[in-house]
């Protein structure tokens, strides 16, 4: 047996144990789902729902799809992304974006700030996610990303401290444009939260 072929078993044996430690059988580390109710962070008029669904690519990648409706949001784009905390009250507990990465930079943007901060990390985030986009108060949207998994792994956005959507008040402009000076480019203030959470099927 090769050197790499028994680090490949003892990380699936790790991974196996790892799930059973958690009451999980092996085989629900696929097709696992989780869900966000979505309420608004000062106001109670907005409130909607995100299912998030964990599927396998044919070459092996681990993708999850998130499809989110929200009514009471103002009528036109505003950024969503996984933040980093599952924690709503206050929306600011989330804290910054999902970056689970050896440098862990979560911050966003520098909205507030007199000088643009230096360790902005927007948009490589692994939760920058697309606008949702809300018309007559109802806002929907759908996008897959292989940047995050729910299944138990470096990109797992059901770690231990969990894991929360935050809407924004504007659009994500991804900072793309020097000009704008990187500030509130993420989205700006908070309009609403949802704690992600698991949930059987
Ligand atoms: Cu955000």
């Keep these: 047996m090769t050197a790499s072929k028994a680090m490949k078993i003892t990380k699936g044996m790790a991974m196996a144990a790892a799930l059973m430690a958690l009451g999980l059988p092996v085989a629900q580390a696929e097709g696992m789902m989780a869900s966000a109710e979505i309420k608004g962070c000062t106001d109670p008029a907005i409130h909607g729902t995100a299912t998030l669904t964990e599927q396998v690519t044919p070459e092996g990648i681990k993708e999850v799809t998130v499809e989110m409706t929200i009514k009471g949001l103002s009528d036109g784009k505003h950024a969503v992304h996984i933040h980093e905390v599952g924690a709503c009250e206050p929306c600011g507990a989330a804290k910054g974006h999902h970056d689970p990465g050896p440098f862990g930079q979560s911050r966003p943007d520098s909205a507030g700030d007199e000088v643009p901060a230096k360790d902005i990390n927007h948009p490589y985030h692994m939760g920058d996610l697309i606008n949702i986009e809300s018309k007559d108060g109802i806002g929907a949207m759908k996008t897959t990303t292989n940047r995050v998994t729910l299944s138990p792994g470096t990109l797992t956005i059901l770690d231990a401290d969990g894991s929360a959507f935050i809407i ?32 059987a099927h």
Aim: hydrophobic share 20%; charged share 30%; glycine share 12%.
């Design 168 to 199: 924004h008040t504007n659009p994500d402009t991804y900072c793309d444009e020097e000009s704008d000076l990187k500030k509130g480019c993420a989205g700006g203030s908070r309009d609403a939260c949802g704690i992600i959470q698991a949930a």
